[in-house]
């Protein structure tokens, strides 16, 4: 007979195969659902499993070392699936990474199974939480006290973190300011220029500061001012994207270009980008 | 301290230690929510999203030090449903609690005590430089748990070691770990390996001369083996990640089916085979020392998708056989031959029904020249080597009522293809994607006036010798095949151009240009 948490290790990728392959969207709770399992398929069965094919018998390492081998393996196992799939033809897609996590999964669940159940009955090891140990025993009233403890000290660190949240607010004042490529992705940024022929990027910038800002934005390069826009007005949490265009005016293997933003009216340099260019004449 | 091991009850630590753990990751995730767009988190969101977007683990130039966190958000992204953002923004400072068990099984078999390892392990956590680093959306917390991991393997392994136990199956897991940890961080995996490997040399050396006596049983040879798999393994990978001696220069003729991988329509590969040696090929590409490229559209490309440097690239066009595509008189069995008809116009183009090659969208736009045009016929010279398409292409051709306007010659031989090219009236090459485009050059050394798609690296290949008109502009092809026919003083112009465009590509000098790289990269 496999034991109860390897069947269940076995049947997690399984679970979450039916629930990721037909397509389309979840409904909340099946969505849930899947963030769970995904995590706990990626983040701990397969490692699981290895661990118990590698310790099946009883005593040989302890359970919070258990579950350490199970994370650890299962984190180190992500680089070599992935190195795998690589070099294997379908690339890394939903199909191939589920198939992997569940192919890697239910193999080693297999391997495990058949050293465990070459083990004499009372020296293989099964998972199981201690509850009676925790619960009855010697040394009961002392562990009431430690579980008492434990939930006062978590209770107190979450309020704790809930004041202090509430005392400095969620998330810090921040503006995102980023440059994409003409097709708004984050790469294939311009690498060549011609002096005199203007060069089009794509800036992004996001107002997470809580309050209304006015932005403005000069590219230059040293002290040559080679464009600039705005003043763009953002409402807190408002985002905006659009070209800008600049024209380089000296040539040079690295020339820095600076994307200056300056918010407010104010004359410091509040944000900075940069892209380095091959300026020819 | 024996008695402290037996009573004390480590779990608790660990649950409380967790639970700390947890909220302190709640605290960054509530407190820094964006932020992370400012750090280095925000490239490795950049290179998760591309490992996503692609599919492939290619090195780019946004995190150059490890493919292992990104392809671990790959991952979750794909199983979870989650996007890479929501991951990195909400989920991933969570993940720092699975550092815990890792930090205290380490411990533990480094200080052979529960109750101390437990102490140890809350001590690290409690330093607030590192909470911070791993609770981060970065990849520290991967590479922590990969260090820890290896570790603990070697602790363990010591510990089965002196119990007279086999520690194979640690050597396994060191194995594992030790590549998770240079996946993750090649930079820091480079010093880490070697201060373990050196820690062990050295710690040998001890229990070797200063403490024979009280390890006397001590199985060195499996501890030796340890260090040395370890530094195999090391060796292995830097083998493995460093390119060969010899300089390697690669011609590449265009990388269209890995750009077209992702459009359907494409069809770009037929088999898991050809995907396969794709696969394979673009992965040498990235490798190679110096790349000649057909055409500068094709070195775009390569720099674009591959992310290879561009002033390694080197264009070296194509060349045209002036012997045999010239101009010449067509002799009258050639088209009896052929069963064409001395008396009618010819529009001709040469290749596959590849996807690519747009040919649906020819026999489109011929369908309006010939309502036009009806005396005009299209002769299609190449094998076929896609069957659903050139059935599909042939029920197309039925459907427009041209199934006798549309001649098809499978394979001709060198001498006729250049007779056709002559014979016809004008040439069309239409395709969406190509890496340079010889056919149209061809027919401009015979004299053949062009039309052309004004797509990938046609415009450079036939320059103004041609009309060049959108791929997908129908009614614009119909019209500039109409022209290129009837207009005299236009067909007269595209020869004379197209003649003084061929002449300028040889095998002559796509030689002496091949030789000139290779000669640079050798000296």
């Known amino acids: ?281 | 301290m024996r008695n402290l091991q037996s009573r004390y009850p480590t779990g608790w630590h660990i649950l409380l230690l967790a639970g700390y753990v947890l909220l302190a990751a709640g605290y960054v995730s509530a407190r820094f929510l964006w932020n992370w767009t400012s750090t280095d988190d925000a490239r490795l969101t950049v290179a998760a999203e591309y490992l996503y977007a692609e599919g492939t683990i290619v090195p780019t130039e946004t995190y150059p030090f490890g493919y292992a966190y990104p392809a671990l958000n790959t991952f979750l992204s794909h199983l979870t449903g989650l996007s890479i953002r929501t991951l990195q923004v909400f989920v991933q400072p969570f993940l720092v609690v699975l550092l815990v068990p890792l930090a205290f099984a380490a411990y533990r078999n480094l200080m052979g005590d529960p109750a101390i390892g437990a102490l140890a392990a809350m001590m690290l956590f409690l330093q607030p430089e590192f909470l911070f680093e791993a609770a981060r959306s970065s990849h520290a917390k991967l590479t922590w748990a990969m260090a820890l991991g290896l570790l603990y393997a070697l602790a363990a392994s010591f510990r089965d070691a002196e119990a007279g136990k086999p520690i194979g199956r640690w050597v396994v897991i060191s194995y594992l770990f030790a590549f998770g940890l240079t996946t993750s961080s090649a930079f820091f995996a480079s010093s880490y390996l070697f201060a373990i490997a050196c820690a062990f040399v050295g710690w040998q050396v001890w229990q070797r001369w200063c403490r024979r006596q009280a390890h006397r049983g001590f199985p060195l040879t499996r501890l030796l083996y340890v260090v040395l798999s370890c530094s195999v393994l090391l060796l292995a990978m830097l083998l493995w990640l460093r390119p060969d001696l010899r300089p390697v220069v690669v011609t590449v003729h265009d990388i269209v089916p890995y750009l077209t991988r992702r459009q359907e329509s494409m069809q770009a590969y037929r088999s898991v085979w050809e995907r396969w040696l794709d696969t394979l090929a673009t992965q040498a590409l990235a490798r190679a020392d110096a790349l000649i490229a057909d055409s500068a559209y094709t070195r775009e490309t390569i720099v674009q998708a591959l992310r290879y440097p561009a002033e390694r690239i080197r264009v070296v066009p194509l060349g045209v056989d002036h012997t045999l595509f010239r101009p010449r008189p067509v002799p009258p069995e050639f088209d009896a031959r052929y069963g064409l008809d001395p008396g009618r116009r010819y529009v001709l183009y040469v290749g596959s029904e590849n996807p690519r090659k747009n040919l649906p969208f020819l026999v489109r736009a011929f369908a309006r020249l010939h309502q036009a045009l009806p005396d005009v016929h299209l002769i299609r010279v190449g094998a076929v080597q896609y069957l659903p398409q050139a059935r599909t292409l042939q029920e197309q051709i039925e459907r427009a009522g041209l199934a006798n306007a549309v001649l098809h010659y499978s394979s001709v031989p060198d001498e006729d293809l250049a007779l056709f090219y002559n014979r016809a009236d004008l040439f069309v090459f239409p395709s969406l994607y190509e890496g340079f485009g010889l056919p149209v050059l061809e027919a401009m050394a015979c004299g053949t006036p062009v039309v052309c798609a004004d797509a990938a690296s046609l415009p450079e290949v036939a320059g103004d010798a041609a009309l060049r008109v959108s791929p997908s502009d129908e009614e614009g092809w119909a019209d500039a095949m109409g022209r290129a026919l009837t207009d005299l003083r236009l067909r007269e112009e595209l020869r004379a151009r197209g003649l003084e465009q061929a002449r300028s590509f040889t095998w002559e000098r796509t030689a002496e240009e091949t030789v000139r790289v290779y000669t640079i990269m050798t000296t």
Do not use: K
Request: proline share 9%; net charge neutral; hydrophobic share 50%.
């Open chain 1, 1 to 281: 007979m496999v034991p109860l948490s390897l069947t269940l290790v076995g049947l997690l990728p399984v679970f979450l195969m039916l629930l990721v392959f037909p397509g389309g969207s979840l409904p909340v709770p099946l969505a849930a659902a899947r963030l769970l399992l995904g995590l706990v398929v990626v983040l701990f069965c397969p490692g699981y499993a290895a661990q118990a094919a590698l310790f099946p018998r009883r005593n040989t390492a302890g359970g919070v070392e258990r579950l350490a081998l199970s994370v650890g393996i299962s984190l180190a196992l992500v680089p070599l699936l992935a190195l795998m799939l690589d070099q294997l033809p379908w690339g890394i897609d939903l199909g191939s990474v589920v198939g992997a996590e569940a192919g890697a999964t239910l193999m080693t669940v297999a391997l495990a199974w058949m050293r465990w159940r070459h083990l004499p009955p009372d020296s293989r090891w099964e998972w199981g939480i201690p509850w009676g140990d925790l619960a009855s025993g010697p040394g009961t009233r002392s562990r009431f006290g430690l579980w008492a403890g434990l939930t006062v000290v978590l209770v107190l660190g979450l309020a704790l973190l809930l004041i202090v949240l509430r005392l400095a607010g969620w998330g810090e004042p921040v503006t995102e300011f980023y440059l994409l490529d003409p097709e708004r992705r984050a790469e294939s940024y311009p690498y060549r220029g011609v002096v005199g022929e203007p060069v089009a990027v794509m800036v992004g910038i996001v107002n997470r500061e809580r309050m209304p800002v006015d932005y403005r934005l000069e590219v230059v390069d040293g002290e040559n001012l080679l464009g600039q826009a705005g003043p763009v007005y953002l409402s807190p949490g408002a985002a905006y994207e659009g070209p800008v265009s600049f024209t380089p005016v000296r040539a040079g293997d690295r020339v820095r270009v600076m994307f200056i933003l300056y918010r407010n009216g104010l004359p410091v340099p509040y944000r900075t980008l940069w892209l380095w260019l091959e300026v020819a004449e």
